[in-house]
């Protein structure tokens, strides 16, 4: 018996003496060394006691090593869970307790903050700096390179991702082998990959955009990668001419698009921009081929299923769409309350099934049970229709999901905490439109007594939550809308304010 994603993704590398990292000192690690600490990964896993399903939870720098984690993972048939960067350790204690890792691994400035919450849950705590140091990264160093792949089959669990719901209580999407296998081998045929690519790869390694897309379609079409540690335009202008193509969330573009050095003539090699993670403005997409002659490929997906739907390759790519299912996916609109299939044109829930779709929540049947129609359709929350032409329109979303900078904020979860403050009565958390991280956080307050004291809540959040889930305003009012029901009208808040809020105070 094989091991699935190792033999499509990680096997090949053997033997590749050609660049797979492509560092911005310009150092670069070909196939097989990356191979290599793949294996040192592995062996490193097994050595601390880790078996196939067990987990190991990761809240590290983007580093080679760090990816390499999730290939040693793969290797050893335990289950990968990275974790964003910006969590606090009050964040971090959920997800730990929730998932039980054997081992967590954390960034050195983190360590101290989080060695309680690895005692408290009995996870093994080490260290791995973005600079390659710490104790796991002397721990891998000491292992062999030479690793027996763990059997894993189609149905087998490769990784789990946190995604919040609108209760505010996470939930561990699971997701196999088979999930990460197919999507990849879907998004490489239809983006046309193959080795003679250059990924310029500067999105985060905690998320299914620059992990389970990024990554997996380089590895699957031995693609190299320019391995960026973040979003930085000094680098991205400087290393573009070395690259073939791109992925990003539109606070991608929009940087780019504001700086002068960003040209026509530095993308005509180019051959592919894809934007996802978020919605792209159509001015975005306008103002992008007027300056560089390319159209930008907007895709759709999400943490439970992989991705959906992309623009075509080839054929024309509609801005306000997010294209068409991929092979594979069945997607229909369906009324949310039967779900019973709508006709063509018609607004109602976007549904899918297909092999992308993940196996459930972690620990939560009766949740999952509840995200799945009888036929197998996952409820995916959000609402649109499918145009005359076959394509797919996002309109709107049914569990009032913010994205922000390709990052997903669930109200709940910041209402949870704004409630809970003495000089908040209750609180009502939107999204409103934003050129550059395509929605921002807005709170809408009703006060307890007195004017809130904003300063001291912004304060307060800073030890509560991740930065990119903390409004980026506030606004108050005597009180919130309501229909019959006593139901908050957050529709009519986004309303009111998406015209008469300006964007400058966002």
């Given at each position: 018996m094989s091991n699935l994603l190792y033999d499509v993704f990680f096997a090949p590398q053997a033997g590749r003496s050609g660049a797979f990292l492509i560092l911005p000192d310009g150092a670069e690690i070909s196939g097989a060394a990356f191979l290599d600490m793949v294996h040192r990964v592995a062996n490193a896993l097994v050595s601390c006691g880790l078996q196939p399903g067990d987990r190991i939870a990761v809240q590290i720098e983007k580093s080679p090593m760090a990816l390499a984690i999730y290939g040693g993972a793969v290797a050893a048939g335990v289950v990968f869970l990275p974790l964003n960067t910006a969590y606090p350790a009050a964040e971090i204690d959920y997800f730990v307790g929730n998932a039980q890792p054997k081992i967590l691994v954390a960034d050195g400035r983190r360590a101290d903050a989080l060695a309680s919450v690895a005692q408290a849950h009995a996870a093994q705590l080490m260290v791995l700096n973005a600079d390659g140091s710490g104790s796991f990264a002397e721990?891998?160093?000491?292992?062999?390179?030479?690793?027996?792949?763990?059997?894993?089959?189609?149905?087998?669990?490769?990784?789990?991702?946190?995604?919040?719901?609108?209760?505010?209580?996470?939930?561990?999407?699971?997701?196999?082998?088979?999930?990460?296998?197919?999507?990849?081998?879907?998004?490489?045929?239809?983006?046309?990959?193959?080795?003679?690519?250059?990924?310029?790869?500067?999105?985060?390694?905690?998320?299914?955009?620059?992990?389970?897309?990024?990554?997996?379609?380089?590895?699957?079409?031995?693609?190299?990668?320019?391995?960026?540690?973040?979003?930085?335009?000094?680098?991205?202008?400087?290393?573009?001419?070395?690259?073939?193509?791109?992925?990003?969330?539109?606070?991608?573009?929009?940087?780019?698009?504001?700086?002068?050095?960003?040209?026509?003539?530095?993308?005509?090699?180019?051959?592919?921009?894809?934007?996802?993670?978020a919605p792209l403005l159509a001015e975005t997409h306008v103002q992008f081929e007027k300056r560089t002659g390319h159209r930008i490929l907007e895709r759709y997906g999400m943490t439970e299923t992989n991705m959906l739907t992309s623009n075509p390759y080839d054929g024309e790519r509609r801005a306000g769409t997010v294209g068409m299912p991929l092979a594979g996916v069945e997607l229909r609109i369906a009324d949310p309350e039967t779900g019973a299939a709508l006709p063509q044109g018609q607004t109602g829930m976007i549904e899918v099934r297909g092999p992308n779709v993940f196996q459930g929540y972690w620990q939560m049947p009766e949740k999952t049970a509840a995200e799945f129609r009888d036929d197998g359709f996952f409820m995916?929350?959000?609402?649109?229709?499918?145009?005359?032409k076959?394509?797919?329109?996002?309109?709107?979303?049914?569990?009032?999901?913010?994205?922000?900078?390709?990052?997903?904020?669930?109200?709940?979860?910041?209402?949870?905490?704004?409630?809970?403050?003495?000089?908040?009565?209750?609180?009502?958390?939107?999204?409103?439109?934003?050129a550059d991280f395509g929605e921002a956080v807005v709170a809408v307050l009703v006060a307890a007594e007195q004017a809130p004291d904003l300063a001291a809540i912004e304060k307060a959040l800073q030890s509560k939550l991740a930065r990119y889930k903390q409004p980026k305003a506030y606004i108050i009012v005597p009180e919130l809308p309501r229909n019959n029901m006593g139901k908050v009208q957050k529709a009519a808040l986004r309303q009111q304010y998406a015209t008469k809020f300006k964007e400058a105070a966002l």
């Open positions: 721990l891998v160093a000491g292992q062999s390179a030479d690793f027996t792949p763990v059997a894993r089959a189609a149905d087998d669990l490769a990784a789990f991702l946190y995604t919040s719901g609108t209760t505010g209580r996470s939930k561990g999407a699971m997701l196999t082998h088979g999930n990460l296998l197919s999507n990849a081998e879907v998004l490489t045929r239809e983006w046309q990959f193959t080795d003679k690519d250059v990924l310029l790869h500067a999105l985060p390694i905690f998320h299914t955009h620059g992990l389970f897309v990024a990554t997996n379609v380089a590895l699957m079409s031995g693609a190299a990668m320019i391995f960026l540690p973040g979003l930085n335009m000094d680098d991205m202008i400087r290393l573009m001419p070395q690259a073939t193509t791109m992925m990003g969330v539109p606070t991608f573009y929009t940087r780019l698009l504001a700086d002068p050095r960003f040209t026509a003539s530095l993308t005509a090699h180019m051959r592919l921009f894809i934007s996802g993670s995916t929350g959000d609402l649109g229709l499918i145009d005359d076959g394509y797919v329109n996002i309109v709107g979303r049914a569990k009032d999901l913010i994205i922000s900078g390709g990052y997903n904020i669930y109200p709940k979860e910041v209402e949870l905490v704004l409630d809970d403050m003495p000089q908040v009565l209750e609180s009502a958390v939107i999204g409103l439109p934003h």
